[in-house]
Structure formats: C-alpha cells, structure tokens
C-alpha cells in the first residue's frame, strides 16, 4: 500500500511541474529540463517497481539475475521511492519559487550567422575525420559487441580518450548548430532538411551499439521541430512517448538476440531502467548494513570533471566506475556497466534530506540555464541548451552535477574560437568592401 502511495505521489509531481511549465496557450513545455527529468524519473523508477509488484517476490528471476540475486523487500522499494519523491519535491519547489516563465520561442533565439554556421561545417568534417582516425587506429570501428566497445576505449591511453571525448563533443555541437542554421534560414523547406537528417542517423545507426545514440538524433528533431515549426499537442507528445518505448525495448530485445536465455525484462519496457532501479535498492541494502562509504574523491570528481584528470591531486573517479569497481570488477573488465542513478547518489549521501537538497539546487540550475536562452545575447545559448538537453536524462541515469560541469572548458575553447573567428572573417569581409 505505502509503495503504491509513493507511485502516486511522483505521478502528482510530475504533473505539478507540467503545470508550472506549461506554455502561455496551455501546451507542453517540451524542452524544460526539470519537465524532462520529472519524466524520466517516472520511467526509472515507477516501471521497474510496477514489474516487482507485478511479478511478486516469488517470480523475481524473471527480472532478471541481478534482481533475482538482490532479493529486494518491499521496504527497500519504499525507501527507493521515498528519495525519488524528495529529489522531485527539491526540483518542484524550486520551479515553483523561481519559474516566471522561461519559455524558449523562436523570437528569443539567436540568429545563427553565415560565419559561425561555416565555422561549423569545418569543426563538423575536422572532428569527424579525427574521430575516425582514432576509431581506426584503436580499433574501435571493428568491434562486434557494445560491451568491446567499452573494453576497446578504456583500453586506449588516457590523453587519446580525453581528445576523443573532446572531439566528440565537438562533433555533436557542431552538428546541433548546423542544423539550428538551416531551419532557420530555410523554414519552408523543414521537411527536406529532416528526412535527410532522419536518413543519415537510420543509415549511419549500430544495431549492436548503444540505442540512446539513435534516440538523441530523434529527440533533437523532435526539439526544433516544437520550436521552429509546429507546437507538438498533448496527445501527440503521449503517442511519441509510447512509440519511443516500444522502439527501444524492440532494438534491446534485437541486441540481445545472441543470449540463449529468456529474461522477461529483455522482452518488457522495464528491461532498461531495471539497473538504475537496482543500484539504488542495493545501495539502500548497504546502508542499511552499515556497508556503505562512498569516497570523497568520487563526489569532488563529478564537481570538477571539468578538470583534466593529470592536474588534479586525487584520482577522478566517476559513481558509476567507483560502483562498478567496488562491487563488480569482474564484470568492469569485461566492459560491462549499470550506470549509478540520481537516487543511489541520494542513497549514498544520507538519504531523503540530502536527495531533496539535491534537486533543488538541481531545479535552480535548469532554471538559470533556460534564462540564458530568454536573454538572446549570445549565439551559442540556445545550441549548449539544446546539448545539454540531449543528455538530460543521465542526470537521472547516472549522476545529477556532471553533465554540466564536464563540459566547462570545452564549451568554453569552442565558444571562444568560433566567436574570435567569425569576428576576424567579418572585419576582413567588411574591409575587402570598403576597398
């Protein structure tokens, strides 16, 4: 009963942030960043709970080994959901004192220029042709499983990594303002731009590699549509949302067809958030074994991962290689991981008090960030917004700080370039005409 007062609980939060984000005429604010974690956290957390209700204490094994081996009580589950409802509350109450508004049309975007979208295209080629070099070199454009691909990376020499990861970003930022130019500059001419867009991530897409890089290329068509072409309805946000489930428990269950035993969870929607959902009971288990210490390196690490590792005095170790490490180093070595979650962290921390100290600064931060956007004053705004809106969900699924402080001086060195650059190309430009 008190598991089922909890579900109800995070739907009512989730509903309070969709009416403290709704737009003027009373749609969905589909690009709000507490909006989307509200979302998130249900699928995270709520589905995997419905599957241990469903499937009873007795069936568990069909959720899986690991659940199977957990053997969760459902007052694990309660003390699970109990730091979702205080990560919630901490991000709804934090909207609700300080959200006047924040609403992202296309009147309050910047106009991407000739300059910058030229710019783009160069870095678009250069870090594409680098991070194929790498892939090459290190052979990762060989390997035949998601799980090589991790072993294959970790293996690569740290400095190799940290250019890869930039250039990556690189890559994707540069994409994301490609496409933001030519909806902008040739609106009529969206359907032509999208199909186009949408064939080269279906053709470009591994079946056997990770299903969230698909759905970010989606989600990112879904976003400028909202925006620049047509208000996405209610219902059509629900069907999205429907059709996007079934497609990606369909592309795991076609990942996973080389595994000779049946799991229910790789043939139900909850086969994904079944190792989010899993961190946190375990780490509730531990503390309630007084097994439970998390390093301090591990928690300064997600503050300042904006820090090459080679300069800092302790070792930067992320929550989901720290967990892997301390409790599945077998598994790590075989390039397998389960992530961590924004509810172990609050585990981890103490408990529901410091998860609802989390989302609140949380919620002030999505808050700050959606203003820059409103205040049209810089070109590269709405285009960081819209990066870190393709990788919201990890801060429920992995760690709630780290999306935003990692990228600092990246964005920064990026930024800067393409701003000193295109200034130089437009005096040069304006000089050759006064000739």
């Known amino acids: 009963m008190i598991t089922l007062i909890y579900i109800l609980i995070l739907f009512i939060l989730v509903w309070a942030m969709y009416r403290i984000t709704q737009n003027e005429d009373g749609s969905v604010h589909v690009l709000d960043f507490g909006l989307i974690v509200s979302a998130v956290m249900i699928l995270y957390m709520v589905l995997p709970t419905l599957g241990f209700l469903f499937l009873n204490e007795g069936n568990l094994a069909l959720m899986g080994f690991r659940i199977s081996e957990l053997d969760p009580k459902s007052s694990h589950i309660n003390q699970v959901l109990g730091n979702a409802v205080a990560i919630l509350v901490g991000i709804v109450l934090a909207y609700k004192m300080q959200f006047k508004g924040n609403y992202i049309v296309p009147e309050k975007i910047r106009i991407i220029s000739s300059n910058i979208y030229s710019k783009s295209i160069i870095g678009f080629i250069a870090s594409g ?25 970790w293996a690569m020499p740290k400095l190799v990594k940290q250019l890869f ?12 303002i490609i496409f933001i130019y030519l909806i902008q500059h040739n609106r009529s ?6 199909l186009l867009y949408l064939f080269f991530t279906v053709f470009f897409y591994d079946s056997s590699g990770s299903r969230t890089s698909l759905f970010v290329e989606v989600l990112l068509m879904i976003a400028l549509y909202h925006i620049y072409i047509k208000k996405i309805s209610k219902r059509g946000i629900f069907l999205l949302v429907i059709l996007g489930l079934i497609l990606f428990s369909f592309l795991g269950i076609s990942r ?30 531990l503390s309630g074994e007084q097994n439970l210490s998390v390093p301090t390196n591990v928690s300064l690490s997600e503050l300042l991962s904006f820090i090459p590792s080679q300069i800092l005095p302790f070792e930067k170790l992320d929550y989901a290689v720290w967990y892997m490490r301390s409790f599945f180093p077998e598994s790590l ?14 585990i981890s921390d103490g408990g529901p008090f410091f998860g609802f100290f989390r989302g609140f600064i949380l919620g002030s931060l999505f808050i700050w960030i959606s203003r820059l956007v409103k205040l049209n004053k810089f070109w590269w705004s709405f285009p960081i917004y819209l990066l870190f809106y393709l990788g919201i969900y990890n801060t429920v699924r992995s760690s709630s700080f780290e999306l935003f402080t990692s990228p600092i001086l990246k964005f920064t ?3 800067f370039v393409f701003s000193i650059t295109a200034k130089k190309i437009s005096t040069s430009t304006d000089m050759t005409r006064s000739i």
């Open 189 to 194: 001419s969206w359907k032509w731009i999208f």
């Open 129 to 153: 042709i680098i991070l194929f070099i790498i892939k090459l070199m290190y052979g990762l454009n060989a390997v035949e499983s998601y799980n090589e691909s991790y072993t294959v990376f």
């Open 333 to 346: 070595e075989q390039g397998n991981g389960l992530a961590f979650g924004i509810v172990a962290q609050s």
């Open 413 to 415: 060195a990026i930024v």
């Open 165 to 176: 990861l930039v250039f990556q970003d690189v890559f994707t930022f540069c994409k994301i």
């Open 256 to 285: 996973s067809q080389s595994s000779e035993s049946f799991l229910l969870s790789n043939y139900l929607v909850i086969g994904e958030f079944v190792n989010i959902w899993a961190n946190a009971v375990h780490l509730v288990q």
